[in-house]
């Protein structure tokens, strides 16, 4: 369902045949993600064996052209997708993921650490409409929550029942806790004078410039000042995020007097770190990118705690990156130079046994 997914599941295949666990697997793609630019050629090249299911979901659906889209998804699936399998999903908040997750007799679940504090309430409405829509589509539907915070920007979702045959793990950069794995980091990494920063679309989030806007750009100010004057003999790679404005790299490209490359090539800013692995540093407001990046190995940072954002906006930032070490924070000026890598010790076997039983 989403681009940055592709390179996990390229990881989770490397590595669960480097422990000679090679049954065979194949993927499920969705039109919307095959057709972006750059994937196809990924997707050729990393798996064998791939199915393209029609999903589009970049079209603004009408009524018709929603039932159209379910009907055709509906009549695809009764030809393809074979119940013994087991399916392998990171995603159970889109309406066709829930689908998938119906069809199957058994499923791995990979998803986040789930927790709808008392910053979040019922939003009905959208509670409502997936209900509609999953009965419609046959998929197991979800309450929705805002988180109340953020005016709309942070949402989460609860699946309504129990998934039968179902395990759940959780993602966790070397963790051994109950319930969670984790991959290896990338081989090859050689830390040479690149820098990359991942884009947020902070502009259009209503708790960054609703109140304390002033305040807010003065500390980005502060932050990308300081590392444009420590690290002036590195380049810097900008991967924009999917949906911000441009006006995000304008204003952090100045701060930067104009130094910034911005990169497009690739079609997350996880296939750039995946295929590009000399990167020295990378940093983030509180992007998921970061995650992905300490967990492949690179030193990564988040600054989001020097923002002074509402406290249930934070505490969903925290929930994302549950797991990750104090460093992995920046919380003043001279913490962003220091670096913050996973420990080179592993052990595959242990770490990806859950996976393993759970495939088993």
């Known amino acids: 369902m989403h681009r940055y997914d592709l390179i996990f599941y390229a990881r989770l295949i490397e590595s669960l045949k480097s422990l000679n666990f090679r049954p065979e697997y194949r993927l499920i793609v969705t039109a919307h993600v ?3 630019p750059h994937v196809k050629t990924f997707v050729n090249c990393f798996f064998s064996n791939y199915f393209i299911a029609p999903i589009d979901i970049a079209a603004r659906y009408g009524l018709i052209s929603r039932i159209i889209a379910i009907c055709k998804l509906r009549l695809w699936a009764s030809a393809n997708l074979v119940n013994r399998e087991i399916l392998i999903s990171c995603d ?9 997750l119906k069809q199957y007799a058994f499923s791995l679940l990979i998803q986040q650490i789930e927790e709808i504090g008392v910053g979040y309430k019922l939003d009905l409405r959208s509670t409502i409409l ?52 984790c991959l290896p980091p990338l081989r090859d990494i050689c830390r040479q004078k690149l820098v990359v920063l991942f884009g947020s679309r902070f502009l259009s989030w209503p708790y ?13 100010t502060s932050i990308f000042t300081s590392l444009h004057c420590n690290l002036r003999c590195h380049d810097i790679v900008y991967i924009p995020h999917p949906l911000e404005s441009g006006d995000e790299f304008a204003l952090i490209n100045h701060l ?4 910034i490359s911005r990169e497009c ?6 296939h750039y770190l995946y295929e590009n692995r000399n990167i020295d540093y990378t940093y983030s407001i509180g992007s998921t990118s970061s995650w992905s990046a300490y967990n492949m190995g690179f030193s990564s940072k988040v600054f989001y705690k020097m923002l002074n954002f509402p406290g249930s906006v934070e505490s969903a930032y925290n929930q994302i990156f549950t797991g990750l070490p104090e460093s992995f924070f920046a919380t003043q000026l001279d913490e962003l130079l220091q670096p913050c890598i996973r420990n080179p010790l592993f052990d595959a076997d242990q770490a990806l046994r859950p996976v393993i039983q759970a495939l088993s």
């Open 34 to 36: 095959y057709n972006m």
């Open 130 to 181: 997936d209900y509609l829509w999953s009965t419609l589509l046959g998929a197991y539907y979800a309450k929705w929550f805002i988180n109340s915070s953020s005016s709309g920007s942070i949402r989460a979702l609860k699946i309504s029942t129990t998934i039968p045959n179902t395990v759940k793990l959780y993602c966790i950069p070397d963790s051994y806790v109950p319930g969670s794995f």
């Open 208 to 220: 960054f410039v609703n109140t304390n806007y002033e305040s807010r750009v003065e500390t980005l």
């Open 256 to 259: 930067f007097c104009g130094r």
């Open 265 to 270: 090539r690739f079609f997350s800013s996880e």
């Open 92 to 100: 159970k908040s889109a309406l066709f993921s829930r689908y998938f």
